[in-house]
């Protein structure tokens, strides 16, 4: 039973912070590199950023790049996406991605979590 649940989301001006969190159980999380992408209505689904399964190497879309950050915690099986400076072209919803890096046809997705930017 592998779930991802992820959690953070909510209504912030711009310029605002917010911080989400993804949970992960059902498969050994320490094997798997972990994503957040997000979808804008009318847009198509955008990789947001990624961080390796030992969390030594992270990547991520220019549009965000030293305002996102992505971590983990292989010890409590969560990845969080701390957002800053949010701008209005971020609203979105956000979705929790896993991938394992010894199978690569199992990927896992989350529900997503609705972040808004608005005045």
């Known amino acids: 039973q592998v779930q991802l649940v992820e959690s953070g989301g909510g209504l912030v001006q711009p310029g605002g912070s917010l911080r989400l969190s993804c949970a992960a159980s059902?498969?050994?999380?320490?094997?798997?590199?972990m994503s957040w992408y997000r979808q804008a209505p009318g847009k198509e689904r955008e990789l947001v950023a990624t961080?390796?399964?030992?969390?030594?190497?992270?990547n991520y879309v220019d549009s965000v790049k030293g305002r996102f950050t992505i971590a983990r915690d292989n010890a409590k099986n969560t990845i969080g996406l701390q957002m800053n400076s949010l701008k209005p072209e971020d609203t979105a919803v956000y979705y929790c991605?896993?991938?394992?890096?010894?199978?690569?046809?199992?990927?896992?997705w989350g529900q997503g979590t609705q972040v808004t930017v608005s005045s």
């Open positions: 991605n896993a991938k394992s890096v010894w199978i690569s046809s199992y990927v896992y």
């Open positions: 059902g498969f050994t999380f320490s094997n798997y590199a």
């Open positions: 961080i390796s399964n030992g969390g030594r190497t992270t």
